[in-house]
T-cell receptor, first 114, second 112 residues
Framework: GAVVSQHPSWVICKSGTSVKIECRSL??????MFWYRQFPKQSLMLMAT?????????EQGVEKDKFLINHASLTLSTLTVTSAHPEDSSFYIC??????????FGDGTRLSIL | GQQLNQSPQSMFIQEGEDVSMNCTSS?????WLWYKQEPGEGPVLLIA?????ELTSNGRLTAQFGITRKDSFLNISASIPSDVGIYFC????????????FGTGTQLKVEL
C-alpha cells in the first residue's frame, strides 16, 4: 500500500518551454501532497505544500509564478515549471500524506533544461 | 530552510560490519523518520518513531528516538552490498503543518 506514482521520470527540454510533472497516489486518498527539489549530493528541500481544492503554500524563496501547483483531486497534484531555464534543472520529488501515515514519496522526475 | 545535522556525512565500510549514524537538531520533534534513497529514485521509508525513547527495528535496521526529542539514531547490523545508498533522517513537529525537515544525509558505501 501507500504507492505514489510520479510522471514523467525524466524529461529533457529546451530553455523557455514549460514542463508539467504529475504526482498520483495510487491506492489511497492523499490529504496533502508536497513538492521537493533536490540538487546532486544534497538533501531534499521543500518547495510547496498542496491541499486538494485550495491554493498551494510555497516555502520562502520559491517563486509561485514559476512553479505552478494544481491539486485537482485527492489523488493527483501537478507541478508545472513555467518558462524553464537551465538553472531549473534538478530532481523534483513529490510526496503524499494520508491520515496516520508518514509521507510516502514518488520516484522523482529528473528535469534537464538545455 | 532548516535542516537537521546528520553524521557521518559518508561511510565506507566492509560487508558484514555494523553501521551507526545519527541525526541532531536544536529543535524538538514529535516524530522522527528514517528514509533510504538510491540513485535516481525517491526516498523509501525505513522506520518511523513516534515517542521519546522509542526503539524500533525493521529487519537489520534499528532506530531510536532520543529522550531529549532532539536526536535520533539509526543502526544497521551486518551490512550487505544492497545497503548502499543515502540515508536521510526527517523530523516532524506538532504545529508544523505536517512538513518534514530533512537531515543532510549519510552516504553509505559497502565494500565486498
Amino acid at each position: 500500500g501507500a504507492v505514489v506514482s510520479q510522471h514523467p521520470s525524466w524529461v529533457i527540454c529546451k530553455s523557455g518551454t514549460s514542463v508539467k510533472i504529475e504526482c498520483r497516489s495510487l491506492d489511497f486518498q492523499a490529504t496533502t501532497m508536497f513538492w521537493y527539489r533536490q540538487f546532486p549530493k544534497q538533501s531534499l528541500m521543500l518547495m510547496a505544500t498542496s491541499n486538494e481544492g485550495s491554493k498551494a503554500t510555497y516555502e520562502q524563496g520559491v517563486e509561485k509564478d514559476k512553479f505552478l501547483i494544481n491539486h485537482a483531486s485527492l489523488t493527483l497534484s501537478t507541478l508545472t515549471v513555467t518558462s524553464a531555464h537551465p538553472e531549473d534543472s534538478s530532481f523534483y520529488i513529490c510526496s503524499a500524506l494520508t491520515l496516520y501515515q508518514p509521507q510516502h514519496f514518488g520516484d522523482g522526475t529528473r528535469l534537464s533544461i538545455l | 530552510g532548516q535542516q537537521l545535522n546528520q553524521s557521518p556525512q559518508s561511510m565506507f565500510i566492509q560487508e558484514g560490519e555494523d553501521v551507526s549514524m545519527n541525526c541532531t537538531s536544536s529543535s524538538i520533534f514529535n516524530t522522527w523518520l528514517w528514509y533510504k534513497q538510491e540513485p535516481g529514485e525517491g526516498p523509501v521509508l525505513l522506520i518511523a518513531l513516534y515517542k521519546a525513547g522509542e526503539l524500533t527495528s525493521n529487519g537489520r535496521l534499528t532506530a531510536q528516538f532520543g529522550i531529549t526529542r532532539k536526536d535520533s539514531f539509526l543502526n544497521i547490523s551486518a551490512s550487505i552490498p544492497s545497503d548502499v545508498g543515502i540515508y536521510f533522517c526527517a523530523g516532524l513537529f506538532t504545529g508544523g503543518g505536517n512538513k518534514l525537515t530533512f537531515g543532510t544525509g549519510t552516504q553509505l558505501k559497502v565494500e565486498l
